[in-house]
């Protein structure tokens, strides 16, 4: 008879906070009493209700983000015992297994903090517009139906629609960096903007995006516009950037097949740079 491990009937949670984008950041530490059945969200709700920390001073309810509360938005990825995950899903119980010295919590690191757990993903939306990551229409006028597709190629497609841009990919890629620029003297904060915008614009677009052109390059009418999204990844940050560590597939929360998306883009992308060749 397999004995169940005693649970205990409180632990410890380190939080790395930051009470601005520009301000250092700071570990603080709190004793949360055990329940069964609580994820990190919970944890954080109740870091929340008592105000305190574990050596008895007064603090402010940490910043996160989050929305569905069942792994569909994406919004609530932090970093869990140093892996990247979904505060939604991580459960305490698992964590406390993995770490029996309690649960560490921190912002993932490839995007500026925004505050505490809360960092800002603008990037990876913008990797979308990079690579044209929809399907253009030129009005909304009654055209009948579309092409069909098959049942082959929606089980292909499909997959790859339960992206949420939760950011879990890109933070395990050690290809997708943090930019890290400094403001030139006389330089205004707007004009700094800029730049560092520019900077993470140029750098890699990411699995994500990747994944995201082949969802699009694959519909029947989204073929269409197939070459300008393989452009795109054969600019600046595309598909050339991409290191093939792999990371991206082993942390997705949907188990998206990351690494067949890129292989497939790196194909198409050869065989439309062989043509542009030939067609000069």
């Known amino acids: 008879m397999t004995a169940h491990p005693t649970k205990p009937s409180s632990f410890e949670v380190r939080i790395l906070r930051q009470d601005a984008p520009a301000s250092p950041n700071r570990w603080e530490r709190h004793r949360i009493t055990y329940e069964p059945n609580l994820n990190v969200i919970s944890v954080l709700q109740k870091v929340a209700a008592q105000a305190t920390t574990s050596d008895g001073k007064t603090t402010t309810p940490v910043a996160w983000d989050c929305n569905?509360?069942?792994?569909?938005?994406?919004?609530?990825?932090?970093?869990?015992?140093?892996?990247?995950?979904?505060?939604?899903?991580?459960?305490?119980?698992?964590?406390?297994?993995?770490?029996?010295?309690?649960?560490?919590?921190?912002?993932?690191?490839?995007?500026?903090v925004v505050r505490d757990l809360l960092v800002d993903r603008s990037r990876m939306f913008r990797a979308l517009q990079r690579v044209h990551a929809w399907i253009p229409v030129d009005g909304y006028g009654e055209r009948g139906s579309g092409p069909r597709e098959s049942q082959e190629s929606q089980g292909v497609r499909y997959p790859l629609s339960e992206c949420m841009t939760c950011g879990c990919c890109v933070e395990a890629c050690p290809q997708f960096g943090k930019v890290e620029l400094l403001q030139h003297t006389g330089e205004t904060d707007e004009d700094f903007a800029k730049r560092e915008r520019q900077a993470y614009d140029e750098s890699f677009v990411g699995a994500a995006a990747i994944s995201q052109t082949m969802l699009f390059n694959a519909h029947p009418t989204g073929q269409m516009n197939a070459n300008e999204r393989l452009d795109a990844l054969m600019g600046s940050g595309g598909i050339q950037a991409c290191g093939n560590a792999q990371n991206c597939v082993a942390v997705c929360p949907k188990e998206i097949p990351l690494t067949t998306s890129i292989a497939r883009a790196g194909r198409q992308t050869t065989v439309s740079m062989i043509k542009q060749f030939f067609d000069r």
Not at 74 to 87: D, S
Not at 90 to 107: C, F, K, N, T, Y
């Open 68 to 112: 569905c509360l069942e792994e569909v938005c994406g919004a609530c990825t932090m970093l869990v015992n140093g892996r990247t995950r979904q505060a939604c899903s991580a459960l305490v119980d698992r964590l406390l297994e993995e770490s029996p010295g309690g649960i560490e919590l921190q912002p993932m690191s490839k995007f500026p």
